[in-house]
């Protein structure tokens, strides 16, 4: 019976893929481009060297522009590191490292910028020094896009420990029959409100796979008819959960039930997981868990 409730507080240099998923991006590059405009408007009365200015003067061209641009900046860089953590297992440091390094390629972007129009006499700059521009441009930005990125990524964390699989030890359950206990090893999956939606015997389960923020989970039914049930998870949850059960986790999109592997195979793309189940192809295993897995099926044969 796997009855501890994992808190998953995702530790330091680990996981934090909940940072990842299109939802979050998407939220995340509004927040921020709504606080940077905030800030922007905010700032510009009290900024020395900044040729930023709004109203019916030519400079407001050039500031709607580079605005613009920027956000346009913002969400390349977005769709960007989605697809990298499509295909990469990233860390939160990862993504710590990826926003600063934006905030430092828009500080040189604008420090760029002002150069280049205060030589044309198109602006004027108080101290045209590049250094100069490009540390004040640092400044600006850490607190125009910091701030938010931190605090989306608090949220984010805080959303992610709320929408947590939890466990329950039906070892404690009091019935009016005699039972086994492996027949009851349960996985017991919860929604947001921690109102139980499915309670499946872990032998019955085939494979659990990843859509983004939720999770589909493939099982047979009483009568052995193959069923599936989606609720929002992350993947990494079930495989944190379940740590030493026979769920294992053989790719970014995929946990299989090892006990249900009936062919493993090696094919040119790499080591596959043949389930026997009519319809559904085989699951690949990529480099990353390839060792873990061919320890666990050797180990259950």
């Known amino acids: 019976m796997y009855s501890s409730i994992h808190e998953d507080m ?36 009290y900024s020395q060297n900044v040729w930023f200015a709004l109203g019916p003067h030519k400079p407001t061209a050039y500031t709607l522009g580079f605005f613009l641009a920027c956000v346009l900046v913002i969400v390349l860089d977005k769709h960007l590191l989605y697809r990298i953590a499509a295909r990469r297992r990233l860390t939160t440091w990862h993504y710590v490292a990826w926003n600063v390094a934006e905030i430092v390629l828009l500080a040189g972007l604008y420090t760029l ?21 490009f540390f004040q441009a640092l400044f600006h930005a850490v607190f125009a896009l910091g701030v938010p990125y931190l605090l989306a990524g608090f949220y984010f964390a805080v959303q992610d420990r709320d929408n947590t699989i939890r466990l329950m030890n039906y070892g404690n359950v009091v019935s009016d029959y005699d039972y086994v206990p492996q027949d009851m090893e349960k996985i017991n999956l919860f929604d947001n409100d921690g109102v139980l939606k499915l309670s499946v015997s872990m032998k019955n389960i085939f494979y659990i796979e990843s859509d983004d923020n939720y999770i589909k989970v493939w099982y047979s039914d009483s009568k052995g008819d193959l069923r599936q049930y989606m609720l929002r998870c992350r993947l990494k949850t079930v495989e944190e959960s379940f740590a030493g ?12 039930n090892i006990s249900r592997v009936q062919v493993l195979s090696k094919e040119k793309e790499g080591y596959q997981l043949d389930l026997g189940l009519a319809g559904v192809g085989p699951i690949p295993i990529t480099k990353t868990y390839e060792e873990e897995v061919l320890n666990r099926f050797n180990t259950r044969r």
């Open 10 to 45: 995702t530790p330091e240099g680990s996981a934090g893929s909940y940072l990842y998923g299109k939802p979050q991006m998407r939220y995340s590059v509004v927040f921020t481009v709504m606080f940077a405009l905030l800030a922007f408007i905010l700032l510009i009365p």
């Open 113 to 133: 910028v002002s150069v280049k129009l205060h030589a044309a006499g198109r602006i004027s700059l108080e101290n045209p020094d590049a250094g100069a521009v």
């Open 245 to 256: 059960s026979d769920l294992v986790r053989c790719h970014r999109k995929y946990i299989v």
